[in-house]
């Protein structure tokens, strides 16, 4: 028994990782300057959404201001990923959210309305409060600190 839940983990690891590495090549897709952040929905092994961080459509892209600092209106990936969920046929209920850095307060209360049960994360953000508020809200966190195999 405990050898088959070990074999079980160390696929699903392998999966995590994978889905990490093309959330992460995702992010690069973002015009942000100060964090390019990439993040994938993935249902029954099936990438359903993705998103990177930028300004809404129609916007320029630039994410920071003259000063260097990011607009207000910036979308986060895991926003975007959600969004982009919202608008097809498909449901993030009981889905993972493999996003390359830990959600802030804002997006963990959409990842949970969302329905999503899982996130897996590369690294932290600079406030773990959306962090500990998934984790009130039953869902499953995992953090993935190597992406290589």
């Not at 630039?62 to 986060?76: A, I």
């Not at 975007?80 to 209920?93: F, H, R």
């Amino acid at each position: 028994m405990h050898v088959i839940n070990f074999m079980q983990k160390e696929k699903q690891l392998k999966f995590d990782k994978a889905y990490l590495r093309i959330a992460r090549e995702w992010g690069k897709l973002s015009h942000c300057k100060r964090k390019q952040v990439g993040a994938l929905i993935v249902k029954g092994r099936m990438i359903i959404s993705d998103g990177y961080n930028g300004t809404p459509t129609g916007f320029e892209n630039p994410c920071e201001d003259e000063e260097g600092y990011t607009k207000w209106y910036v979308l986060h990936a895991e926003a975007n990923a959600i969004l982009k969920v919202a608008g097809s046929t498909q449901s993030c209920e009981g889905a993972t959210l493999y996003i390359t850095m830990s959600p802030c307060k804002e997006c963990s209360k959409l990842i949970h309305q969302a329905g999503i049960k899982r996130l897996v994360y590369h690294i932290d953000y600079k406030d773990n409060s959306g962090l500990d508020f998934l984790r009130k809200a039953g869902v499953e966190l995992q953090q993935v600190n190597e992406l290589n195999d």
